[in-house]
Each structure stands twice: as structure tokens, then as C-alpha cells.
């Protein structure tokens, strides 16, 4: 279902992978905790909303939470493995 590629476009568009300090779930969401979440921009973001199988992106305390629905669990552990999290 979650492709590689879609896990290391999400972390190009959260400012690389070195930029993501970790991933969680809750049972909607994915969350990637960010070093620096200045590095998304308004742009990054509507590219983010773009993803297939998200239903939308928020930006707060430092994390970007992408709305994926009941999925959650197994989105997360894909971008976990892919990007060594």
C-alpha cells in the first residue's frame, strides 16, 4: 500500500530525512517530529496534501501530522523502516 517512494518524498518535503528527529502514530495520523518545522513552507504543504491516501496536513509543535485515516499504524511503520527512524 505505502511505497518507498512516498515515504522519502514525504521526508524530502519535511526538509530531509536528517530533519525528522521521529514517527508516530495515533489512530488517524501520522506524525513526524521535526528538528526545524520552518523548513515547510506553504508549498511543501499543499504538496504534502497531495500524497496518495492523505486526507490532510497539519503543521504544530514542531511536527506535521498527515490525516490517513485507519491506515495509520501501517503507513508509519513503512516510513519508520523505509527511513531508519
Known amino acids: 500500500m505505502w511505497s518507498s517512494l512516498e515515504c522519502l518524498t514525504i521526508a524530502a ?3 530531509g530525512s536528517g530533519n525528522i528527529e521521529s514517527i ?3 489512530f488517524t495520523r501520522v506524525h513526524f517530529v521535526l ?4 523548513k515547510i513552507t506553504e508549498q511543501k504543504k499543499k504538496r504534502l496534501g497531495k500524497i496518495p491516501y492523505v486526507k490532510g496536513v497539519f503543521i504544530r509543535g514542531g511536527e506535521v501530522q ?3 485515516g485507519s491506515q495509520a ?6 516510513c519508520k523502516k523505509e527511513l531508519g527512524k
Open 13 to 15: 518535503l519535511c526538509g
Open 24 to 26: 508516530y502514530n495515533c
Open 35 to 38: 528538528k526545524d518545522d520552518e
Open 66 to 68: 498527515l490525516v490517513v
Open 73 to 78: 499504524a501501517l503507513f508509519c511503520k513503512s
